[in-house]
């Protein structure tokens, strides 16, 4: 598998037009192996336990999957990444990642995604956990209703192996992590609103946070 590479980790709360999701956006950058082609990217994400279906581009129009876990592999050209911000969300809502060839991205269910600006050979490999069903898009054309996408994201089952390191790798550990924590946190806050007291994940704000995870 690819050699020693921190992984950058993106939360999202959500906004009025994206679910978004307690899991968070994990970034692996510079890991592909080289030569960097759409056949080598998709064998080698395949040896992660995901199924390629399929090769993109850019698409400028923001949308997320509520029933499916979304990873690209970059194998050419360079682009921006938008996630966590709905088409009619406020300006500065979502944060924009910078991404080139050789870089991995896995976008949890229930992330809006979208490309804002793009080299013309920008091209990647689509892979999903091999169970998943087909993806849905969704482009939050009105206000989400949180409770309803929440109750389906929160049901897509957690892939077995990390796209990158396989099952030694930092997905699975990091995503049940923030799971439990964000269970915890949405007890919290059916408690707390009963002693005038609310707290907990959900609320209306975008809240993110990026670190380094260096254990691989």
Known sequence: MAGTQPVERFYLQPTTYSANSPLPVLLYRNVLP???SQSGTSEFLQEGGWEDRGTFGHIATPHFHP???ECYGIFQGTSTLRIGR????AHSSGILIPIATGDVVVIPAGVTHS???STDDYRYVGVYPRRAP??????GKEPVDLVKVRGETETVEMPEDDPVYGAEGPLVPLWTEAKERAERAAEGQVQ??????GR???GTALRVTRMAFVGF
């Open 115 to 117: 490309s804002v600006d």
């Open 34 to 36: 080289s030569p960097r």
């Open 200 to 202: 907990g994940f959900i």
């Open 67 to 69: 029933n499916a876990h």
């Open 134 to 139: 087909r993806w849905r898009n969704e482009f």
């Open 86 to 89: 709905g088409k009619h969300d």
């Open 192 to 197: 707390g609103e009963g002693e005038g007291e």
